[in-house]
């Protein structure tokens, strides 16, 4: 289990899929964050690192601990966050 960082931050595990896979050239991160940040303050800390990814912020789904969840839903320390692009089959 991840370690507390401090009083004021937690840390979630980020799984990465479809485009942002593709930009982070990876399928998992660690992200300390604010306690009492929501699942869509990911995504914005995910775009302050690539601001391409903006354009996928209406379209992108949001998971925590394998449930849909909704973009200003809170995050509690350890949870697995699932950010989920649109996926085109082929």
Do not use: C
């Amino acid at each position: 289990m991840p370690m507390l960082t401090n009083d004021n931050q937690i840390q979630v595990t980020v799984k990465l899929f479809a485009i942002f896979q593709e930009v982070f050239a990876t399928d998992e991160m660690h992200i300390d964050i604010e306690s009492g940040a929501t699942v869509s303050q990911i995504f914005d800390h995910l775009v302050t690192q690539q601001p391409s990814l903006e354009k996928w912020r209406s379209l992108t789904r949001y998971a925590i601990n394998l449930n849909f969840v909704e973009p200003h839903t809170l995050l509690n320390h350890g949870d697995e966050v699932a950010l989920i692009p649109p996926v085109s089959g082929g």
